[in-house]
Each structure stands twice: as structure tokens, then as C-alpha cells.
């Protein structure tokens, strides 16, 4: 769980916190899941299932990260070391010149207040020893963890703490379903991946696609096209009407499969520009359980990229661990979640993506690169076309540089299993199952 968390932050994009509550960066929301899990643990399983001696909670990296993993040594090691550690933040603090904006200076006093009074009084707050801003602080900037922080287990000892436990039970539960649905699924990844490995060296795989259309440039015409519109078209026009709901987004996404007119008014004929681009399925069944089989080989694909961002990401921590200048990272489709709820997030990421990226990137822009460099035998087009649409169909996406290889890998995925299939059925279910698994799991991570 720790790893998939780090890994999320790793290929988050950074952007500016602005109005943002601490609770929903990405960092914190690590703390907050590893807290979570301890204590939920704790919970069912009891203290002799996590054992006495854990292992000292790191502080390092932005100052709102360090805050959180203070509640954190609070709950598992007490509230006095918890107010030793926030010395030396502070010191780290003093150190760096770093100055506290007014938010972090309220939940640093909030904190120090806290802390001091569990302290005081054997690890509990007694009735009105706090002050009603210190807990409207804690509980509005940090969430959970601040409700946590308010709570100690001593002040209720036996008992389940409101909005604490049950939260933390039910991750615990969830987690523990999602690490044997998991299991299933790389298990199936592996045997998928040796049977296409298996077929592929016997000749079993008869190539779908056709190499030549001869209509290339047209195609990279209507790629060009749907870009523009996309990156401009679509945000103006939301912005006119007041869109901000994904509701809207998603329809005005939809709309811009409208620019395959454009190789329509380019003088192809609509019935060639469905069989150049994949639109169709002779047995759309068929196509179906071919794009699940290729989603199970992706995976096995995704996990051995997953392993390669692994010393990558551990070089770019420690670049930035010691830092407290640090914005955190904050992965878009997170907030999306919070703000829009996981239905319309699922119909965004699960049918509108999958349907509009597909086609623009395994159906026209694949469809080019094919096309344009098949003068250099079929398998060295083949290789350089899911490579270059590849790298465009990561690029494109919110990630930050390390993101770029697992992206690329879904990419290619997806198109050898275009090549393989020629519809673009196939490649469209592996996409919406790969994204509506990924808007479940972090869903429940919610719960």
C-alpha cells in the first residue's frame, strides 16, 4: 500500500496549492493512508498483531507532510515524542530560513497545543482543556489525521472512536479485498503474458491491421486537428457556458471526435475511414475478450515498467526529502473524485477517454505513423509507430517525467494489441478497464 501511494505521488504532477486544504495533498494523504491502516489493524487484529517496537516514522519532505507524520509518532508512540519531534521541525524551520505561511503557522500551534495537552495529562485531552479553534484548525486543515490528533485512544479506551476507527476498519477490509483481487489479476497478467509470448513464438498471431492506406498525411491532418481542439477549442467553449462540472467536460470531449469530418472533407469516404481507423467488429464478442487478454499481458507489461521508476523515484526523493520548499504534488483525477463523485469521474476516465483517446491516438495518429514509415519493412514500422504514439499519448497526460514510462507502456499495450486485432474494439475495452480498475481502487482508498 505504501509503495502504490508513492508511487501515485511519483507521477503526480506539481501544481500550485493555492486554496487547497493540506488534508488533500498527495503526501499527506500518504501519511494519512499508512496511519489509517495501522490503526485499523490495531483494531481487528489487536496491539500483538503490530507489535511493540514499529519502525520511527520519517520526517522528511514539505513541512505539511512532516505536520502529518507528526499525528502519526502522536497515535503510535504518544504524544511526548510527538512534541519532541515538532521541536525539530521546528529547528529544521529555523535552518532552512523557511518562513511558515499563517496556515502553518495555525496548525503548528494547533499541534504543539495538542500535543502539550495529552502530555500534561497521561495522553489525554480532559473536557475543555482545548480551545475551540485549536480543534476547528486540526479538524479543517488536516481531516482525518486532525480528528485524530483530538482523539486519543486513551480518552476512550475499549470504546470505537466516531469518524476515526470505523474509517480506519473499513480500509483495512477494502485493502485487504483489493490485495487479493490484485493477486488475482497479476497472477492472471503473468499466465496471459507467457500464453502471448507462447502463441507469438508458434505463429498463432495473424496481424489485423492492414500496412498501407496510402491516406497518412490526411490522417496526421485530423490528429493535428483534434489537438487544436482539444487544447483550445474545449476550454474556451466551457468557459463561455460556465462549465465546470466534469458533466460538461465530458460531453464537450465527446464532441471532438466531430473532427474526423475533417478526413471526410478531405475527400475519404466515410466506409474507408472506419476501416482505416478501426471502427468496426465483425464479432464484437470476440474483440471484447481479445482486449481483456491483451489488458491481462499489458499489466504484466506495466508491472516490470512500474519496477523500472523504481530507483528513479528513490533518486528524485532524496533530491527533494530534506526540502521544505517543496510543492506537494497533486494528482488530478484525486480532486476530481472529492469534487464529482466517483460515478462521473468513472464515465470521464472508464467510456469517454478510452472511446476519444483510442481513436485519435491507436486509430489516426497509429494510423499515420504506419502509413509513413512502412518503407522501412512492417516490424520496424510497427515498433517505431507504438513508440512515437507512445511517447505523444504520455506526454499528453498529467504526470510529472517519471510518469512517462508506465504511460508509454500502456500505450504500447494498447497498440500491439491494435496491430494484432485491427479493431479498435479491443484496444478500447483494455483502456476503460484499465481506468475504471484505477477509479475503484481509489475510490475505496476514500471510504
Known amino acids: 500500500m505504501q509503495f502504490a501511494m508513492a508511487w501515485q505521488i511519483q507521477n503526480s504532477v506539481l501544481e500550485d496549492a493555492g486554496d487547497r486544504t493540506p488534508s488533500s495533498f498527495s503526501e499527506v494523504q500518504q501519511v494519512e493512508t499508512m496511519t489509517r491502516a495501522l490503526v485499523g489493524v490495531k483494531n481487528l487484529a489487536g496491539e500483538q498483531a503490530v507489535g511493540q517496537e514499529l519502525p520511527e516514522p520519517e520526517l522528511s519532505g514539505p513541512v505539511w507532510a512532516r505536520y502529518a507524520t507528526l499525528v502519526e509518532i502522536a497515535e503510535n508512540q504518544g504524544a511526548g515524542e510527538a512534541l519532541d519531534k515538532l521541536s525539530e521541525v521546528d529547528q529544521v524551520v529555523e535552518e532552512q530560513n523557511y518562513e511558515l505561511d499563517d496556515r502553518q503557522q495555525r496548525v503548528r500551534d494547533a499541534l504543539e497545543s495538542v500535543f502539550s495537552t495529552r502530555t500534561e495529562n497521561e495522553d489525554r485531552i480532559p473536557a475543555g482543556s482545548l480551545s475551540p479553534e485549536v480543534a476547528r484548525t486540526l479538524e479543517e486543515e488536516m481531516g482525518w489525521l486532525g480528528k485524530l490528533a483530538l482523539n486519543p485512544r486513551a480518552n476512550s479506551p475499549g470504546v470505537s472512536r466516531p469518524g476515526i476507527d470505523d474509517r480506519a476498519n473499513r480500509l483495512v477490509l477494502t485493502g485487504g479485498i483489493a490485495l487479493v483481487f490484485g493477486l488475482c489479476l497479476m497472477l492472471g497478467a503473468a499466465t496471459s503474458f507467457s500464453i502471448a509470448i507462447w502463441m507469438f513464438h508458434r505463429g498463432r498471431f495473424q496481424v489485423g491491421m492492414v500496412d498501407d492506406v496510402g491516406s497518412g498525411p490526411v490522417y496526421l491532418e485530423t490528429f493535428a486537428v483534434w489537438l487544436v481542439s482539444f487544447a483550445l477549442f474545449l476550454p474556451v467553449v466551457a468557459v463561455m457556458i460556465g462549465a465546470r462540472g466534469l458533466g460538461i467536460q465530458f460531453a ?49 507489461m506495466l508491472a516490470f515498467a512500474v519496477l523500472l521508476t523504481i530507483p528513479l523515484g528513490f533518486l528524485l526523493e532524496q533530491g527533494r526529502a530534506n526540502s521544505l520548499d517543496v510543492r506537494p504534488p497533486i494528482h488530478p483525477a484525486g480532486d476530481l473524485l472529492r469534487e464529482e463523485g466517483f460515478l462521473m469521474l468513472f464515465l470521464v476516465a472508464a467510456v469517454s477517454a478510452p472511446i476519444i483517446e483510442e481513436i485519435m491516438f491507436r486509430g489516426v495518429l497509429y494510423r499515420y505513423l504506419r502509413d509513413r514509415t512502412l518503407n522501412q519493412g512492417r516490424w520496424t514500422s510497427v515498433l517505431v509507430s507504438i513508440l512515437v504514439s507512445g511517447a505523444v499519448f504520455a506526454l499528453i497526460h498529467p504526470q510529472s517525467l517519471i510518469g512517462l514510462i508506465p504511460l508509454t507502456t500502456i500505450a504500447t499495450g494498447m497498440a500491439l494489441v491494435r496491430q494484432w486485432r485491427g479493431s479498435l474494439l479491443a484496444p478500447i475495452t483494455m483502456h476503460a478497464v484499465h481506468n475504471a480498475v484505477l477509479v475503484t481502487a481509489m475510490s475505496l482508498a476514500e471510504i
Open 252 to 300: 464537450l470531449t465527446l464532441a471532438t471526435v466531430g473532427t474526423l469530418v475533417w478526413a471526410a472533407i478531405r475527400g475519404i469516404p466515410w466506409s474507408r475511414i472506419r476501416r482505416d481507423l478501426g471502427l468496426y467488429a465483425e464479432h464484437p464478442l470476440r474483440e471484447i475478450l481479445c482486449g481483456l487478454f491483451g489488458y491481462l499481458c499489458m499489466l504484466a
